[in-house]
């Protein structure tokens, strides 16, 4: 009697499953050092763009350098995240992590001491190649960190607050930085943080990778370089200059190569072999909307940063602290949605949250619209409020959907899909909204004639060019330049608002849409 009963009570605990570790003392600490590779990224982004002014008058770049200074970072990084994410489940996440910590911080003083605008555009293109090994690597030594699913999706919250922290340090010490030293400083705070990674992450940090990865995928590679960086590229040129014979040729190797690339990624999937990417990934629309919803959430940071910045320096004329120090609770409430929507997931579903931190964000475009009033500094800082409140609010959500729709073996690969997606949104954000703002302001400047051609073409460029030219000519003249570069620029910050407003109120639509039935 006693033998069927001990065995329908083996077979009870056989059958319950069995639930995941939860992390203790040693994971958090771990999150501790995978928040400052996170940290950092947004810091160089920040910093950047409060450092264009200082740039743009000691390197005298032109309007396209000047998109370039910025955008050739997110570009090198977005076309080599999935080739690097990929490589950290292959040969170590801690490893691959450790060595993008090490060249990021050597190449950050290449970047500080550059003598002129096309080496620092070297530098910054260098800068992405070491960071595409940081971003999908710590997302994915996150997922072995923290297998429990409600310890994840905190631990992904305050991982996503990295961003909104270092986007509020950035400008900050940034500010600081360009008030008592030369624009070359705002890299060196690169170093230290690196310095201090690379001797926590040897020992907080467990080493994990794939258990059989195979051989690499050196054709994959190749085409998946082939696919992203000549992408990106098209778009940003299409946004800047409009239709030209180099972007329609970059486009087309581009699709031909992205073609190419999953029908390889298939037929290595049918012979038992491992792609560089398990494209059957994108089979889930939870996936798919997750990775368009971080793509559309940094396609509006990175634009608002791109014109905020200049506004308050070269247009209400605030110092760079100052003007850190406006954009300061927009950075802060980023980071306090995060942890909120950590909660807010287990009470609503992804279809109401994401969607609602879209339109929240572009309720905060809409209120830029109106900066040019006399309360400029003050909506731009409402403003910064509700975009952040809408990013912190969608990201954690995201994040955290991406990273349980792959499998555990395949967390860098799921990572780098949702960091390649921030990339191409920096890029989107900075080539499309910054395009938009550079047209309305190069048709609405008037540059006074009796300058000379290389100050006029400079001051008809850029609003930092105009600053420097009229500091340069002085006088009524100087004055009238600076009045009528701040009015097409205000001009333009409206347009591009509203543009900014459309896009996030549009993939909200798609969002909701397309995940109405989960």
Known sequence: ?????????????????????????????????????????????????????????????????????????????????????????????????????????????????????????????????????????????????????????????????????????????????????????VFLVNVPVMLVLLVLGRGLLTESRMPAPGRLDVAGVALSLLTMVPGVFAVKTVAHDGLTAAAGLALLVAVVAGVLFVRRARARLAAGEQPLLDVTLFSSPVLRLSALANMTTMFALTGLLFFAAQFLVLVSGLAPMAAGLVLLPGFAVTMLAGLVAARLGRLFPLRVLVPVGLLTSAAGFLLTTAVGGDHAVALLAAANVLVGAGIGLSETITNDAILAAAPADRA???????????????????????????????????????????????????????????????????????????????????????????????????????????
């Open 1 to 185: 009697m006693s033998t069927p009963t001990r065995s329908r009570a083996e077979a009870t605990v056989a059958a319950t499953p069995t639930l995941p570790p939860r992390a203790g003392r040693r994971e958090w600490l771990g999150l501790a050092v995978l928040f400052l590779p996170t940290m950092l990224v947004a810091i160089d982004n920040t910093v950047l763009g409060f450092a264009l002014p200082a740039i743009s008058e000691a390197l005298s770049p032109t309007a396209t350098q000047v998109l370039w200074l910025v955008d050739v970072y997110p570009l090198v990084l977005a076309g080599l995240l999935v080739t690097m994410g990929t490589l950290g489940d292959r040969v170590g996440r801690r490893r691959t992590l450790l060595v993008g910590v090490a060249g990021f911080g050597a190449v950050s003083l290449l970047a500080a001491f550059a003598t002129d605008a096309t080496h620092l555009i070297a530098a910054r293109a260098l800068m992405g190649f070491f960071g595409a090994m940081l971003m999908p690597a710590t997302l994915a030594l996150l997922r072995t960190l923290f297998q429990d699913r409600s310890q994840r999706r905190l631990a992904v919250a305050v991982w996503a607050t990295g961003f909104a922290a270092g986007a509020a340090l950035g400008p900050i010490v940034g500010g600081l930085l360009l008030q008592h030293f030369w624009w070359g400083a």
């Open 412 to 518: 860098g690969a799921a990572s780098a899909v949702s960091e390649t997606a921030y990339e191409l949104g920096a890029v989107l954000g900075t080539a499309v909204l910054g395009s938009v703002l550079s047209a309305v302001y190069r048709v609405g400047v008037d540059v006074p004639t009796g300058i000379g051609p290389v100050y006029a073409r400079a001051a008809h460029e850029t609003l930092g060019g105009a600053a420097a030219t009229a500091a340069r000519v002085g006088g009524g003249t100087g004055a009238a330049l600076m009045e009528s570069a701040r009015a097409a620029f205000v001009s333009g910050v409206g347009v591009t608002s509203l543009v900014g407003a459309g896009v996030l109120a549009l993939v909200a639509v798609v969002v909701a849409a397309g995940l109405r039935r989960r």
